[in-house]
């Protein structure tokens, strides 16, 4: 059974950082696309970042490319979100996600099957 966890969440000033973490078990790491989701109160859930099983393609929507960045270490079976020059509007809980099958590019929301619980981001001075 697969199973992620996020962490690293938190209250944050405008400009500054987070890194989240999201620990996998029940699947090696090395194998899967992975991916990055938000939802922002009275909203619906959105899909910000998608990583290929091999990590050559990333995909990074527009609302965050150029500050956000995903990384894995497949060594601790651990997906990583580095967050800078974070905004109000950025404000959401953050769900890590695990694509369905092997082998996956991980480029679209559909991609993904499995969710974290979630970890809570605030950005406000």
């Known amino acids: 059974q697969v199973q992620l966890i996020e962490s690293g969440g938190g209250l944050v000033q405008p400009g500054g950082s987070l890194r989240l973490s999201c620990a996998v078990s029940g699947r090696t790491l090395s194998r899967f696309a992975m991916g990055w989701f938000r939802q922002a109160p009275g909203e619906e859930r959105k899909f910000i970042v998608g990583m290929s099983w091999d990590d050559r393609r990333k995909y990074y929507a527009e609302s965050v490319k150029g500050r956000f960045t995903t990384s894995r270490d497949n060594a601790k079976n651990t997906m990583y979100l580095q967050m800078n020059s974070l905004k109000p509007e950025d404000t959401a809980v953050y769900y890590c996600?695990?694509?369905?099958?092997?082998?996956?590019?991980?480029?679209?929301?559909?991609?993904?099957?499995?969710w974290g619980q979630g970890t809570q981001v605030t950005v406000s001075s």
């Open positions: 996600a695990a694509d369905k099958t092997p082998y996956g590019l991980g480029q679209r929301a559909a991609d993904f099957a499995f």
